[in-house]
């Protein structure tokens, strides 16, 4: 499907409310029935009726049948936020007992979903380097029932072989969760490569103005049916007609937007590869990255995220860069239209740094939509 009619006109219905080119903000929380049929068949199946809002809603129904299209899927759900859209995955695919295997360094509260609340259910997880297919071979019980990837991950940039892990996965019986959050369906589509649930934040890149939260899950119409009459339904973490409302916005842009970010990015880790107190740069699309041959093949674009280690030795020097950034904020997310960076020494005890451990180091930089001019002006003061 040609993505421009994605997302100007699929799932719009415009004589349903005068042609308007924006969606209406269908703020309601129950729909009523003309005769007792009518809502007798609502209760049969409130997954395909517009019931009450906890299920479906008009708003979100347009930005649900967008998404599930750009990930070339059957379907898919649209959440509050990533987090639970990564809770409910990987809630309804496991039970008491059963075995995950994951890559090391998942996003902090989909690691916090693994070792402090699926333990309480005898669930356990391994976690492996994945960039290495032996790793997840090694790792699979018999009683395991999900492998959960993120490729590339935050901070590291380790990337999974896609395709390779969802074939030995298939094999297994095994259902496989990715979260493709960096590279969105627009430069990485997991469902085309064997993955059975595709996951994404949708507060980053497809809101794309830091205003709003979302989460999504994108599959076959089965999968996404259990998700929802159980998981989506029971914790009533789907998305607000007003956030949706506010993602449809970012959607309209957000080919744009990711191609400008791809661009941008290019040009500052070209910058800061050459930088004087920049000892390295991790970023998918550099020639000398270790996975650039896997990155190249299964990721269109490298958009937006960028991780450096500096050489700047102590955590004053660090700091006092940090503070002095005046086109840079420092914030946690990213995806939005300003540039971010978060020091990793921000995230430990001050006495705790160590400038022999290079992590203590490190910055993550996150590029938005500013001239790059303007925001190596800034990095020009480290
Ligand atoms: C932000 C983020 C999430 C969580 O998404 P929220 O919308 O903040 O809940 C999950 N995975 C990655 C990689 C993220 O960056």
New binding site residues.
């Given amino acids: 499907m040609d993505i421009s009619y994605i997302i100007n006109q699929l799932g719009e219905d415009r004589h349903e409310y005068f042609n308007a080119i924006a969606p209406p903000i269908m703020q309601t929380s129950n729909f009523a029935f003309d005769t007792v049929t009518d809502m007798r068949k609502a209760f049969e199946d409130e997954m395909s009726t517009y019931l009450y809002s906890r299920g479906l809603n008009p708003t979100v129904d347009i930005l649900r049948k967008k998404l599930a299209a750009l990930d070339g899927a059957e379907d898919c759900l649209v959440f509050n936020?990533?987090?639970?859209a990564?809770y409910a995955a990987v809630m309804a695919n496991v039970k008491s007992g059963d075995h995950i295997v994951s890559v090391e360094h998942p996003?902090s509260?989909?690691r916090h979903l693994f070792d402090q609340i699926l333990t309480r259910f005898g669930i356990t997880t391994t976690y492996i380097d994945g960039r290495d297919i032996r790793n997840f071979e090694r790792a699979i019980l018999p009683h395991t029932s999900l492998i959960y990837l993120?490729s590339p991950t935050?901070w590291y940039f380790e990337l999974q072989d896609i395709e390779a892990v969802a074939e030995l996965a298939r094999a297994e019986g095994i259902i496989t969760v990715i979260?493709n959050?960096?590279c969105t369906p627009l430069y990485q589509r997991p469902l085309d490569m064997g993955i059975d649930i595709a996951m994404q934040?949708?507060?980053?890149y497809i809101g794309g103005h830091s205003d709003t939260?979302?989460?999504v899950l994108s599959g076959t119409a089965e999968m996404m049916r259990k998700i929802f009459l159980s998981e989506y339904m029971c914790i009533g973490s789907g998305i607000q007609p007003f956030n949706a409302w506010l993602l449809l916005r970012g959607l309209r842009t957000l080919p744009a937007r990711l191609e400008r970010i791809s661009r941008t990015t290019r040009t500052i880790y070209e910058y800061l590869k050459e930088h004087p107190k920049v000892e390295s740069v991790i970023y998918p699309f550099d020639p000398e990255f270790d996975q650039y041959e896997l990155a190249k093949k299964q990721m269109k674009e490298a958009p937006g995220l960028i991780s450096v280690y500096t050489t700047l030795e102590t955590p004053g020097e660090i700091e006092q860069f940090c503070d002095n950034l005046k086109h840079f904020k420092m914030a946690v997310?990213?995806g939005g239209h300003e540039s971010l960076i978060i020091p990793k020494l921000a995230t430990m005890k001050a006495e705790d740094f160590d400038p022999s451990n290079k992590d203590h180091r490190m910055l993550r930089i996150y590029v938005g939509l500013e001239e790059a001019e303007y925001l190596i002006e800034d990095l020009d003061k480290m």
């Fill in positions: 936020n990533g987090a639970a990564t996003y509260w989909t993120e935050s979260d959050s960096y934040t949708a507060t980053k939260l979302g989460g997310s990213w």
